[in-house]
């Protein structure tokens, strides 16, 4: 039991190895964009993005970042892809759907995570048959090509879920905005009755 938990670790190494080196690279990125505030300064939406973000939404963007990650892992190691890749993709799409919601979305999520898991299932034989039969450049050129469309969907995947995040985020700006408008006319018709009486 322990030699296959360590044996399933061990085989999404590049993966842990990549996400350790993406997330330090965009905390160094945003500790630099963001260590001088100014009202006037372009950073300061990037700022409110983060700083408005619920416990939820980070959980989501986290999804779509590890699964970009998963998907350079898979790319840097040459295609060479495990069941391990395939139910960690699973998991994380499922996660990322959950996120999501009842979007309109839904049913695309649906079937493109079907699809990525098809395709991760054939670059796992591809490179099984790599090992076990032949070794031939081209196969090797067609499992990495594969993985990069999978990378770019998963992009896809994490640009979707900025945007449902800002939506929500615009939502309860306007929300509180109108409640704020509705306020101030209050105060403006109390204002009046006072003036008239």
Same mark, same amino acid.
């Given at each position: 039991? *322990?030699?296959?938990?360590?044996? +399933?670790?061990?085989?999404? &190494?590049?993966?842990?190895?990549?996400?350790?080196?993406?997330?330090?690279?965009?905390?160094?990125?945003?500790?630099?964009?963001?260590?001088?505030?100014?009202?006037?300064?372009?950073?300061?939406? *990037?700022?409110?993005?983060?700083?408005?973000?619920?416990?939820?939404?980070?959980?989501?963007?986290?999804?779509?970042? @590890?699964?970009?990650?998963?998907?350079? +892992?898979?790319?840097?190691?040459?295609?060479?892809?495990?069941?391990?890749?395939? @139910?960690?993709?699973?998991? @994380?799409?499922?996660?990322?759907?959950?996120?999501?919601?009842?979007?309109?979305?839904?049913?695309?999520?649906?079937?493109?995570?079907?699809?990525?898991?098809?395709? @991760?299932?054939?670059?796992?034989? *591809?490179?099984?048959?790599?090992?076990?039969?032949?070794?031939?450049? &081209?196969?090797?050129?067609?499992?990495?090509?594969?993985?990069?469309?999978?990378?770019?969907?998963?992009?896809?995947?994490?640009?979707?879920?900025?945007?449902?995040?800002?939506?929500?985020?615009?939502?309860?700006?306007?929300?509180?905005?109108?409640?704020?408008?509705? +306020?101030?006319?209050? &105060?403006?018709?109390?204002?009046?009755?006072?003036?008239?009486?």
């Amino acid at each position: 039991m *322990l030699d296959s938990i360590i044996s +399933a670790i061990s085989s999404v &190494r590049a993966f842990i190895i990549v996400a350790a080196i993406v997330t330090l690279g965009l905390g160094a990125v945003l500790v630099a964009l963001c260590s001088k505030f100014s009202w006037e300064g372009k950073n300061r939406k *990037l700022m409110a993005f983060f700083f408005q973000m619920g416990y939820w939404d980070c959980f989501g963007l986290a999804c779509s970042i @590890l699964k970009c990650c998963l998907m350079l +892992a898979v790319i840097f190691s040459r295609g060479a892809v495990t069941y391990v890749h395939i @139910l960690l993709y699973l998991f @994380l799409h499922i996660m990322y759907m959950i996120h999501q919601g009842w979007r309109k979305g839904l049913a695309i999520n649906v079937v493109m995570g079907i699809v990525s898991s098809g395709v @991760l299932f054939v670059m796992q034989m *591809l490179d099984q048959y790599l090992d076990e039969v032949v070794y031939d450049r &081209r196969i090797v050129v067609v499992i990495v090509l594969m993985g990069i469309l999978l990378f770019v969907h998963t992009l896809t995947d994490f640009f979707h879920c900025c945007d449902a995040i800002l939506s929500r985020q615009g939502s309860k700006v306007l929300g509180h905005e109108r409640h704020e408008g509705r +306020a101030k006319q209050k &105060r403006e018709e109390g204002k009046r009755a006072e003036q008239k009486s």
